[in-house]
Every structure is written in structure tokens, then in C-alpha cells.
């Protein structure tokens, strides 16, 4: 699934009948909430990180001591002196120092084999039934549009980075909100002083004229109370790790995207999820390298984040959630790529969660016409976020959803 | 109807550009003032022919693509690069038709019909079924909604987008059945889930190509059982289906409903005793002409904010300015894509939102930015020519502002001096922005 198919997932299936449209936000409208009515520190937030595409779990998190790994993926397999050892049967990808570094601290939850039952191939169906937490395709909700409904109202709670709302945040009557990004050049010199005469509250005007009004004036406002927040360079980030020599830098668009969510947690916006999306990871050829690198960029981002939101001391609250709509065929196919698959690794990751493996590892010499078996069902892990990071019972949004993953936050 | 004052009749005339065309061409608003409401009204309902609509139209040609060439071949590679412009050249035709058509009130209605209708090019992702179903809105826009409705329920791009060719015998999908009650004829909650399943078995066994919408009827695929669909047991075919659900009073009320909502208010509601006798043979014509002619063409609190297709048109309309033909093109296809609405690409099957939502601080930046890359290469001769005294009254006919508020007028006079800078606040003030 590329960038364009990415987009017409959403087009897709954030459609078919939503009622509640999406609040497009400017950074101004965050940025503003964060000043007159931060977040209490302390409060937990949760940052959902989709892998749009079906990333390949075998070659994230490798099973690097099993000679079937080996044999079924010849030329798309890591050598065992290549890849980062976990235990002493699996590791991550070479390209995921980051979060290595971050496992190593505890701060690392691996849910292994997760997927839903009876396994539907397609992109399309897969990422609806993740985003839903339904196995109908009739919903027309996200899991967290639904805990968006349990809360009081208000746009900042829930916000996507970028314009296309994704079904995630859909609720039935109300949704999340989103923000497009490069969407901070705002007017200066004879154009901000023009713009500040037009943005003037005028007697008797409609109220959907003042609404225009204000949108222009807000705008001019991000030079004043906002420019603190947006034009301050990006929160320290000490201690970042290297990549090759080089720096984890920033020049792909989820660290853009993180930066700005960094930005807007550490000065304390009122938002208590966030969703942000990288694609890409649907390697049906030549995987190798395409597949390391965007895991890489994962990795770098969510390192990077994190040690960005310490200065502000709000790192401790932040909750990291990555997932994909499925994991790749386990043989590789004759293009040096992989098919659509089943299950794959889940990663949860934060202060407050208690680092290590949970669920079973799927075996590789017991598959299910060529793909791996589901031992953890997703709604497991959307249920413990949903009671351990929002507080919210989780019943009510999953349908009833009893699975928990047992010890998977610290309390 | 009631003699007007002369602040009525301009409000009246500037709503008929505004909400029932794409805004007066240059020189338009000012003619109209002069022969007063009632003779630009009449002059504005001309329903055109098949002929002239045909006519009207600005050449082009998309050609069915055929079938995908073998992944990873310079053909392959040439077909997605085709796919795309085609895109981008139908996207470019229909905003230059917007435009420069002489009949705006039948292009104002193609424009709505693809937003009830709403189908995305996003997920059918070739440009000829698209432009099909324009063409189909564009020839019934102003005629009848039941043979509108058949028309639809034929479209390929239509039941594409809605997994009608996924709707079988053996495995029924409510997508389309649900979305045609729900969205399209009857609004939510007049009808029942059981209504929705029988719709979805009468609507069995569609079959569409994708490249070009070509529909075919499969009756192996097809369920011929009866139904029970909104209290009438029988074996229905899908025409029959269809009567079915719009010669229900609640199919009037909908329509009407959804008039509203995009012509008259989308922040009041429609008063519930609204007479909707006009569309008693289900005439779209008939009920928009009497919507043109009601009181709500004068009465106050009535304010619509222009989306941003609409507001881009308009200045184009009023600055003469041909999108394909602009040195901008790229840079209008994306300003309109970062204000949400580019056309053939609804967010979604509900079609666009209305109202406060094209009112955020980053509308009003992507506005200001269009508007500047725009006039860059805009020739304001017109405007340069009025004396600086003038411009502020002129650009209020030129546009069709009903009245600049006080504050509006200020800002403006500081930059009369200037046509460049002037236009582009008159352009984004909130008097152009929403319309009164």
C-alpha cells in the first residue's frame, strides 16, 4: 500500500456513511488550548503509530536462531551476527537500534502473533477491522472515535496528524479531530496588518461571518501567543542514538509528524490521543531494503519522540502504540518479496508499561496454508490501553471485549 | 411575490449568483441590478436542452485504458503516469466548465448531484467512469430524480464505489442497498435493517469494467426471490426498487432536506411545514425554481460559507481567469486538495461538509496563499482603470457582495491605492468568504 493507496483506504473506509465530519484544526487552535487549558501533568496519553501496507513481523522481529526461518526466506532472511538479539530466539531488525536501546531500559512491550480470527488478505478489509475493532464491515466507527463519544466534548481530544481523518477516529456522532501538516506559514508585515483590519469583530454580521473573521485573526495570532511554542526549535533530544555513523534525524514525514506532536504535548495541549501513520510496508518485492529502512525510520521516530518529551517531563505519561493491519506470508515469493499475511508483533511502548515479551511466538513449522497461526487476538491490547492508558472500561467500546494482556502497563 | 426595497433585491440577486450559480462573471452583477430581481431570475431558470448542454462543454477526450499491463514493465509504469494525468486533466476541465458556462444554474446542480452522489475517483481510480457519471449528472441535473435515481443505480463508477459488483446472490453487500436509503433517497432512519438487506438482494448481480463504468446485469448473480421492502412483498426489479423509495413522501422530504442544507441554510433547519408540492412528480426543476422564488432569497440570517470550490470558482468567474489555461494549475489542484475539496474526490460517500467547518485559520491561510499565487498572474487592467475612489464600490459589484460591512470597508480603502493587494483582501474578507 503506498501513499496513494494509503489515502484511498481512507477515503474508502473512513466513508461509507460517517456522520460526524472531521474538526480540521490549525496548529494555532492546539496550540492556543495549550496555553489557556494544558493537559494536568500526569494525565496518560496515547500515541497510536499505524504501518499502513502489512509489515513483514518476521523480519522486524526475527526468529534468528530457527533454521525454518532461514530455509523458508532465503534471500530475504538477516544473518544471525546481523541482527539485534532479544533472547536467544529472537531479535529485532538490524535498522531498530532505537528501540533496542529502549527494550534494553524495560520501556518495551512485545505482543507476539497478534492478528484477528479468520484472517481476511485484503488491505482494505484488515485495516478496517483493526481501525473498527469489528469483524463486521458494516461499523462505521473507530475503536477510539467510540472512546472520543465516552468523553466530554471536545475537539482537541483526539487528533490525527495530517488531513484525511482515519476510520480510527471516526465516531458514530462525534469523531477526532485532524491537522494537516505545513500548515505554519502565517502572514507577516503589510499582509498581517492588512489581514488583522479585516479580522476585526464588525456590528450585526452573521455569525458565520465573525467565524471568518475570527479564523483570520486566530491566524495572525500564532506570531504572538503561539510562536513560543511553534517556532522554539524541537525539545532537546540528548540522547538520541546513531544510525550508521549518521544522525536518527528527521527528514521523513512520521518524525515530522512526531516532531510537531512533540511539540504540542510538551507545552501541554489538551489532546489525549494522538494518531499518526507511516506507509509504505506492503514489500511484495525486493523487500529487503525497502522493508529495513521504513522499520528503521519507525524506530528512529518513536526514539526520538520520546527523548524529546523528557525536558518537559512529559515522556513518563506517554504511551506508544505501533501496529500494521497484518504481517507478511511466511515463504517468501519469487520476487524477493513476501505476500499478504496473517499475524505479527505488536509493539507497546513507554514509561509506563512493563517492558518484555507477551503472547506466544507462532510457530513456524506449524502454519495455516502458509501463514502464521494468531495466538493474541488485537482486541487484547486494545482493551488494556483503553482501561490502563485512557481509564476508560473497555467493555462499552469493544462490544463486550473480555481478553486483557495481563501486566502489560506498570500500575 | 412581495415588492422588494432595493437592499432586498440586491441580496436576492446575490444569493442567485452565489448559491444557485458559481458567482457573476465581470459586469453580470451590476447588468442584473439594473433589470432588477424578477427579470434576472427568469433569465437565470433557462433549463438548457441535451443539445446545449453538449454544446456548452469544453472538449476532451479520456480514453479507456484497458487492462493493467504485467507489474514492473515500462508499460506498467506509463499506464499509472496516464492514470494520473487523466486525473488531473478531467479535475482541470470541470473547474474551467464551472467556470466559463453559460448555464449556471444547471452547472451548480451537476455540482451538487456529485456531492449527494458522492463517488470518489480516489477508489475507482480511473478517470473514465467518473467522467461518465458527470456527464449523466450534468443531462439530468434539472429533470426527474426517479430517472436520476435508475440512472445512478446503472452507473459504474457509482456501484464501483460501493461494492455493487461485490453484491451477489450468494453473498450479498448492503454497501450500495444501505447508502441508497440512507444517503441518496431516503435519509437515515426511514427505513429498517431489514429493508436494507431486501434492497440488497434486489440489487443482486451488478457487474462493472472498471476502466470504463461499462455496467452489466449478471442474473446468474442475481437473487429473483420477493422481498419485503418497505411494507410491499414482491419480487421487485431494481427500477421497481427504486419507484419504491422515491415515490415515498419521505424521498420528498430528503431532497428537500438536502436543498436546503446546500442552498438556503446549513445551520438553520428547514421548517418542517415547507410546502414541497413543486416536487410532487419528483421534477428537480420545478423544485428549485420554486426554492428560487421563495422568500428565503431576501429573508435575513440566512448566511452560507462558500466552500472552497465554490469560492475559487467564483474569483475565477470575476477575474476571468481559465484554471487549465494558468500558469497555477499544479498549484490550484493543490491548494484546493489542502482546503479539502478537489473535485471527483469527496472525503467520502456523505459528500462534503457544509458550513463552519471551511472556517479554520488553516482554510483561511491555504485561501490566502491560492489567492496570492493566483494573482501574481492575474492582469487587473479592469480593476487598475477605476479610479482609486471607486474600487471599493466596484469590487462590490464586481463580485457580487451583497454589502461590506464597516469593518471590510476600512480595510479596503487602506489598500485601494494597490489592486493587487486590494483584490486579494476583497477575495478574503468574510463578506466574499460567506456569503450573506
Request: hydrophobic share 40%; with cysteine; glycine share 8%.
Amino acid at each position: 500500500m503506498d501513499t496513494l493507496s494509503r489515502r484511498r483506504f481512507l477515503a474508502l473506509s473512513g466513508g461509507a456513511g460517517v456522520a460526524a465530519a472531521a474538526n480540521i484544526l490549525s496548529v494555532t487552535d492546539i496550540a492556543e488550548a495549550a496555553i489557556t487549558r494544558p493537559l494536568p501533568s500526569g494525565t496518560p496519553i496515547l500515541v497510536v503509530i499505524t504501518l499502513y501496507g502489512g509489515n513483514d513481523g518476521l523480519n522486524t522481529v526475527v526468529p534468528y536462531t530457527d533454521s525454518l526461518y532461514y530455509s523458508l526466506r532465503p534471500d530475504i532472511s538477516y544473518a544471525a551476527d546481523k541482527v539485534l538479539p532479544l533472547d536467544s530466539y529472537l531479535a529485532l531488525n538490524p535498522a531498530m537500534t532505537g528501540i533496542k536501546n529502549l527494550w534494553d531500559k524495560k520501556k518495551v512491550a512485545i505482543i507476539r502473533g497478534v492478528g484477528y480470527p479468520n484472517s481476511d488478505h485484503s488491505h482494505f478489509s484488515s485495516m478496517a477491522i483493526w481501525q473498527s475493532a469489528e469483524r463486521t464491515q458494516t461499523t462505521k466507527s473507530g475503536w477510539l472515535g467510540r472512546w472520543v463519544e465516552t468523553q466530554p466534548e471536545d475537539p482537541l481530544l483526539a487528533i490525527n496528524l495530517g488531513s484525511v481523518l482515519p476510520p480510527l477516529l471516526v465516531g458514530k456522532k462525534r469523531s477526532g479531530s485532524v491537522l494537516p501538516l505545513g500548515g505554519l506559514i502565517t502572514p507577516t508585515g503589510s499582509l498581517a496588518r492588512d489581514c488583522s483590519r479585516l479580522s476585526l469583530p464588525s456590528q450585526g454580521e452573521s455569525a458565520l461571518a465573525a467565524r471568518a473573521a475570527t479564523s483570520l485573526r486566530n491566524l495572525l495570532n500564532i506570531s504572538e501567543s503561539v510562536s513560543p511554542v511553534l517556532k522554539a526549535p524541537a525539545p532537546a533530544a540528548t540522547d538520541l542514538p546513531t544510525v550508521n555513523g549518521g544522525n536518527a534525524g528527521g527528514d521523513n514525514n512520521l518524525s515530522q509528524q512526531l516532531d510537531v506532536v512533540a511539540k504540542l504535548v510538551s507545552a501541554g495541549a489538551p489532546t489525549r490521543v494522538w494518531a499518526v501513520s507511516l506507509g509504505g510496508f506492503d514489500t511484495h518485492a525486493n523487500e529487503a531494503n525497502a522493508q529495513s529502512e521504513l522499520i528503521g525510520i519507525v524506530s528512529n521516530s518513536v526514539t526520538r519522540f520520546l527523548s524529546q518529551l523528557e525536558p518537559s517531563g512529559r515522556s513518563k505519561d506517554v504511551t506508544v502504540l505501533i501496529y500494521s493491519e497484518f504481517g507478511r506470508r511466511v515463504a517468501a515469493n519469487a520476487s524477493a518479496g513476501t505476500d499478504h499475511g496473517t499475524s505479527g508483533p505488536v509493539f507497546v511502548i513507554g514509561d509506563r508499561v512493563q517492558g518484555g515479551f507477551y503472547g506466544e511466538q507462532p510457530s513456524l513449522s506449524n502454519l495455516y496454508k502458509g501463514d502464521l497461526a494468531v495466538t493474541t487476538d488485537f482486541r487484547d491490547i486494545y482493551a488494556s490501553l483503553l482501561e490502563g492508558v485512557l481509564k476508560t472500561p473497555a467493555g462499552q467500546i469493544l462490544n463486550g471485549w473480555k481478553g486483557r494482556i495481563t501486566s502489560l502497563l506498570r500500575t | 411575490m412581495a415588492t422588494l426595497s432595493a437592499d432586498q433585491e440586491r441580496l436576492a440577486i446575490s444569493r442567485l449568483f452565489h448559491r444557485y450559480g458559481f458567482g457573476p462573471k465581470q459586469g453580470e452583477f451590476e447588468k442584473a441590478l439594473k433589470s432588477g430581481f424578477e427579470a434576472t431570475k427568469k433569465n437565470f431558470l433557462t433549463k438548457p436542452t441535451t443539445a446545449q448542454i453538449s454544446a456548452d462543454l469544453a472538449p476532451i477526450t479520456i480514453d479507456d485504458l484497458g487492462p493493467r499491463p504485467t507489474p514492473g514493465t515500462f508499460a506498467n509504469t506509463e499506464y499509472a503516469i496516464k492514470i494520473r494525468s487523466q486525473i488531473k486533466e478531467m479535475t482541470l476541465w470541470w473547474l474551467d466548465q464551472m467556470v466559463t458556462t453559460d448555464y449556471s444554474l444547471n452547472e451548480k446542480l451537476t455540482w451538487f448531484w456529485h456531492g449527494h452522489w458522492a463517488t470518489s475517483v480516489e477508489k475507482l481510480n480511473f478517470a473514465l467512469p467518473m467522467y461518465k457519471q458527470n456527464l449523466t449528472f450534468r443531462n439530468q441535473a434539472l429533470g426527474n430524480f426517479s430517472a436520476l435515481s435508475k440512472a445512478m443505480y446503472n452507473d459504474g463508477a457509482l456501484q464501483f464505489w460501493l461494492d455493487g459488483q461485490e453484491n451477489t446472490a450468494k453473498a450479498p453487500n448492503e454497501n450500495l442497498s444501505r447508502e441508497f436509503m440512507e444517503l441518496f433517497t431516503l435519509g437515515v432512519g426511514r427505513y429498517t435493517e431489514e429493508d436494507v438487506k431486501a434492497l440488497a438482494r434486489v440489487f443482486t448481480g451488478m457487474q462493472v469494467q472498471r476502466t470504463n463504468g461499462i455496467t452489466t446485469f449478471n442474473p446468474r448473480r442475481h437473487d429473483n426471490s420477493a422481498v419485503t421492502l418497505l411494507g410491499t412483498t414482491q419480487v421487485f426489479s431494481a427500477e421497481q426498487a427504486i419507484d419504491q423509495l422515491v415515490g415515498r413522501d419521505d424521498s420528498s422530504r430528503f431532497i428537500y432536506e438536502r436543498l436546503w442544507y446546500r442552498f438556503i441554510s446549513s445551520t438553520e433547519d428547514m421548517p418542517i411545514n415547507l410546502k414541497r408540492d413543486a416536487f410532487a412528480g419528483r421534477d428537480i426543476y420545478a423544485a428549485v425554481s420554486d426554492l428560487v422564488g421563495s422568500q428565503y432569497m431576501y429573508s435575513p440570517q440566512l448566511a452560507m460559507v462558500k466552500s472552497p470550490v465554490e469560492w475559487f470558482v467564483a474569483l475565477c468567474r470575476a477575474l476571468n481567469i481559465t484554471p487549465s489555461t494558468t500558469k497555477n494549475a499544479n498549484a490550484i489542484l493543490g491548494s484546493l486538495q489542502k482546503l479539502s475539496q478537489l473535485p471527483f474526490a469527496p472525503p467520502n460517500v456523505g459528500g462534503w461538509p457544509a458550513g463552519e467547518l471551511w472556517l479554520t485559520s488553516a482554510s483561511a491561510q491555504f485561501r490566502l496563499t491560492l489567492s496570492q499565487a493566483i494573482l501574481k498572474n492575474t492582469d487587473l487592467a479592469d480593476l487598475k482603470r477605476v479610479a482609486p475612489g471607486q474600487r471599493v464600490k466596484y469590487l462590490q459589484d464586481l463580485l457580487g457582495v451583497y454589502q461590506w460591512s464597516k469593518r471590510t470597508s476600512e480595510a479596503l480603502n487602506v489598500a485601494r491605492n494597490e489592486p493587487e493587494r486590494l483584490m486579494l483582501l476583497a477575495i478574503n474578507s468574510p463578506e466574499y468568504v460567506v456569503g450573506a
